[in-house]
């Protein structure tokens, strides 16, 4: 189960249906106060899937940071302005897919952040 935050319509529409065709089940919130609601209220996300700009007083990397430790959800955050619009340790703490992105793209980061976090739970 991923969890997509995505503010725009549009652009949640086609990762949606991105992550459908690679076959993960998909929930979707439009800013990081109702992704936070939905983390909260359900136990079976294994993804987060999130822009970094976002409207509102948290965006994309602190909602990221939030969650982890909060609950331990691994991150994907997804960005169309590169390195302008996140400092360059955000590089480092999360892997950060630059928009436009293809589908396989998408799909090797999702599988390596899965991956990741049943290596790190097998610790």
Do not use: H, W
């Not at 909260?40 to 996300?45: A, K, L, P, S």
């Not at 700009?53 to 959800?73: F, H, I, Q, Y």
């Amino acid at each position: 189960m991923i969890l997509l935050v995505e503010d725009q319509k549009e652009v949640g529409d086609i990762a949606e249906d991105m992550l459908d065709a690679l076959g993960y089940n998909v929930l979707r919130a439009a800013d990081a106060t109702e992704a936070l609601s939905i983390i909260e209220e359900r136990g079976d996300i294994d993804l987060l899937l999130t822009d970094i700009v976002m409207p509102g007083s948290m965006n994309g990397t602190d909602l990221a940071m939030k969650a982890r430790e909060e609950s331990g959800l691994r991150a994907v955050l997804v960005t169309g302005y590169a390195d302008k619009a996140i400092p360059s340790d955000q590089f480092e703490r999360f892997d950060v897919l630059l928009k436009p992105f293809r589908m396989d793209e998408l799909g090797q980061r999702i599988r390596a952040a899965l991956d990741a976090e049943k290596r790190a739970g097998a610790d």
